[in-house]
């Protein structure tokens, strides 16, 4: 798939994850996740840095059912830039189909696909779902298709997204055990692919970055309720009254590709007031900013 897009000097890839529509449906005048999505929605296309395409990165619902996706299909119906939606644990392949029949399923009825985006950058986006599973699934199959994608270009400069981060976080309970097979097959695939520029994931609901396979790689927090920041042991036997998910304010990802680098940004959505602007009065600050480059 190629896309229609001219941006003038970056092109701005904005990730959203996690949104878990339909965890509480019933919740009046209306479901937590779904403000909290509406919110962050708002804050992306409205605020000043318009991306040109958005990755929603899996877990968009929270049973997978077709209600909870034409609900969040609802809310994405005015966005006036292309969806990149891969799923996530709690999704199915069959209610990502029914809300964004643009996905076409791969060999083997998996989401997966690759796009080429402005100034050169291809995108790649997994399918890291075994339905039934908390954790993630990354087949023989499913190897060989990205190996095969990625021998397809290998000079050009190349983002990879996935819902499951293919790394230990120390959160213990959300995070993978040591040695699963996907997590080794999928570093056996990727590891010595130096096109590819990053990994970002979401599924922790907490933001991390780390590398694997030597490539960086991020978690973008969730727009639903984050995972509370303890690293401490946990004793699944012993309920310790620990906090496990916190009202802290979702998150979303701008990853800005100028041509030669990647920078991901990360804003939390909140009511914030702001301290500064630029007025005349701040004008020699912002002029000395500058000094030094002019
Ligand atoms: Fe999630
Ligand atoms: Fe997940």
Redesign the pocket.
Known sequence: MRLDLVPSRAVLIAQI??I?VGFAPDEQPEELNLTRFRATLARLLDGPNRPELLVLS??ITDHGDVQSFAKTAALLADCPIPILPLV???DSRAGLLSAFPQVMPAEGGFLHYAVEAPLGLRIICLDTLEEGRHGGAFCEARAAWLAAQLAEAPGQPTLIFM?HPPVGSGIDWMDPAPGEPWIERLYRVLKGQHQVQAIHC????RPITTRFAGIPLGVTP?V?PLVAMDLTPIDKHAPDNRELITTEPPTYALHRWDGRSLVSHYERVGDWQVLARFTPALQPMIEGMFAERD
């Open positions: 994850t996690d878990h899996g877990d996530g644990n709690h819902h979401g599924h922790l609901h969730s639903a």
